[in-house]
């Protein structure tokens, strides 16, 4: 079973940047995706994007795009989430997730297709 260790998350001011990263126990390069998720206080967990393994190709929700960028470095087994503009909106608790053989019930960014789970790192934008 792979272990997911998320770290990056912090208290930030509007407009400003973070990086989040999650290091994976093992290589992730037979899984079939890399997920971030994040749920506020009071909200249903959400996904804010993809990474399929295959082609490196990306996928966003439509509330984080042009702000957030995610990357994936396979030597470290580690992928990355970049988030620039940061609003308050963003205040979450973010989440990594993989899967290795997708559910075709599932969209890629609902959390019922993942079957791994970090404990994720707390992001708090504020003022």
């Known amino acids: 079973q792979v272990h997911l260790v998320e770290s990056g998350g912090g208290l930030v001011q509007p407009g400003a940047s973070l990086r989040l990263s999650c290091a994976a126990s093992?290589?992730?390069?037979?899984?079939?995706?890399i997920a971030w998720f994040r749920q506020a206080p009071g909200n249903e967990r959400e996904g804010v994007s993809c990474?399929?393994?295959?082609?490196?190709?990306?996928r966003y929700a439509d509330s984080v795009k042009g702000r957030f960028t995610m990357s994936r470095d396979s030597a470290k087994n580690t992928v990355y989430l970049q988030m620039n503009n940061l609003k308050p909106e963003d205040t979450a608790i973010y989440y990594c997730a993989v899967v290795r053989s997708p559910d075709v019930d599932y969209d890629d960014l609902e959390e019922q297709l993942y079957d791994y789970w970090g404990q994720g790192t707390q992001v708090t934008v504020s003022s």
């Open positions: 990474i399929f393994i295959s082609d490196g190709t990306t």
């Open positions: 093992e290589s992730t390069s037979d899984y079939y995706a």
